[in-house]
């Protein structure tokens, strides 16, 4: 069973804007959920937004300034706010948990931006 369930993600018109959300899919899955990720058609995946324990947050610069990442209290819960969307984000996006040497990821989401 995947560890991670991504939510969110859909077909939006460029300018617009989507939320991810990046929750555990297991009870006795603890580890740290890091941050989101993204693979388009052909190209390999790549850092879209990381958040660590202390909350400092870390942007890839094509979404600086237009994506946000968040988490609830609780931390059983990561957030990924996607504003002023373009069609070059168009990408499944992918949560990310684990530790030093360990690496977990969710099925991913498709996020289609439209022109």
């Known amino acids: 069973q995947v560890p991670l369930v991504e939510s969110g993600g859909g077909l939006v018109q460029a300018g617009g804007s989507l939320r991810l959300s990046c929750t555990r899919s297991?009870?006795?899955?603890?580890?740290?959920?890091r941050g989101w990720y993204r693979q388009a058609p052909g190209k390999q995946r790549e850092l879209v937004a990381t958040m660590a324990p202390s909350g400092a947050t870390n942007y890839a610069d094509s979404v600086k300034g237009r994506f946000t990442i968040s988490r609830d209290r609780a931390h059983s819960t990561v957030y990924l706010q996607m504003n002023s969307l373009k069609p070059e984000d168009t990408a499944v996006y992918y949560c990310?948990?684990?530790?030093?040497?360990?690496?977990?990821w969710g099925q991913g989401t498709q996020v289609t931006v439209s022109s």
């Open positions: 297991r009870r006795n899955f603890n580890f740290p959920i």
């Open positions: 990310n948990a684990g530790t030093s040497g360990l690496e977990y």
